[in-house]
Structures are given as C-alpha cells and as structure tokens.
C-alpha cells in the first residue's frame, strides 16, 4: 500500500516545539562550502544571519559532526551562496537529502574556485574568515568577518518554510 505520509517521520506528539515554532519562520537558503585537505566540503544552511558594521559578520547554525565543520576549522574560511528557486535540488543535495553520485560538487553546476571555497557561477557570494565557534544548543554557533562579497542581479532567493521550498515574488 502507498502511504500518503512518511512512514518514517516523526510522531507529531514527538516532535520538538522549539523545532517547529522554529520552522514558521521563512528562511534564505544559502550554501556553506570551504576546501579541505580530501576535497570541498558543503552545507545547505538556512539558519544564518548577515550583521551589518565594520567589518560586516556572518553568524551561523551547521552541524558540529559535519564534514563542512571539519573543512571551515582546517582551512580557517568559507563561502557563502546565496540559492535561488531553481537551486532546489541543488539544497537538497547539500542537506544530504538526495543522492550525489559522483560528490556533491559534480552533478552539473558551475563552480567557480575562490580562496574561501567553491561558489556557484551566477549567484552572489561572501567569503567569510572564521573568528569563532561554540555550541548553542544542538548546533555550532558560527561567527566570521566578511572579507569580500560578489553581487549579481539574482534578486528572487530561495526560502525554506515549514518543511518546503518557496519564494519571494519579484517586485
């Protein structure tokens, strides 16, 4: 028989509230990358916020267990992507929630080297130095200097909102 739910997911009355309430709220989603000794690491982050000042922050929430973690704290940086509507699978692959045969930075988009890690062509980006890290609540607070920034005329961002991707109509 074919479900019309996941089998799998959690129980409502199991489910974190925190979590949840969390979810409500509409979100960018960006991508973290950063080199590594064995390659690019990556992350699909929806928890991240971008302080204003001199010099500007990027404060973050990524699993302390993550390959990306172990790349950003080797390499001391990392880039960040801001997606767009049509980056949908692309998040996915990065949040580990489709298959990536032959890795993650393979399956047909455009990458463009920089010294903070891997970007993808067309989208505007930050490269972030590290300043620090500490765990807050079940995540890793990450805190960096914007260092450089790359603009495009992208305008629509991909946003994460109860579970689903959206996005914001154009103006």
Do not use: K
Not at 24 to 44: D, E, H, K
Not at 111 to 139: K, M, N, Q, Y
């Amino acid at each position: 028989m074919i479900h019309n739910h996941d089998p799998f997911a959690t129980p409502e009355s199991a489910r974190s509230q925190v979590r949840r309430f969390r979810g409500r709220f509409a979100q960018t989603v960006t991508l973290w990358t950063a080199p590594g000794p064995a390659g690019s690491s990556g992350l699909t982050v929806s928890s991240c916020l971008v302080v204003d000042g001199e010099p500007g922050r990027m404060l973050g929430l990524v699993d302390d267990e993550s390959e990306l973690w172990s790349a950003v704290s080797a390499a001391g940086g990392f880039a960040v992507s801001l997606l767009s509507p049509e980056d949908r699978q692309l998040a996915d692959r990065f949040a580990g929630l489709m298959p990536a045969p032959g890795g993650l930075f393979r399956q047909g988009d455009t990458w463009i080297e920089t010294g903070f890690g891997p970007v993808l062509d067309g989208r505007s980006w930050a490269g972030c130095r590290l300043e620090s890290a500490h765990s807050l609540g079940w995540s890793l607070l990450v805190e960096a200097t914007i260092e450089e920034t790359h603009l495009t005329d992208r305008s629509a961002p991909l946003l994460h909102h109860r579970g689903s991707y959206g996005r914001v109509d154009d103006r």
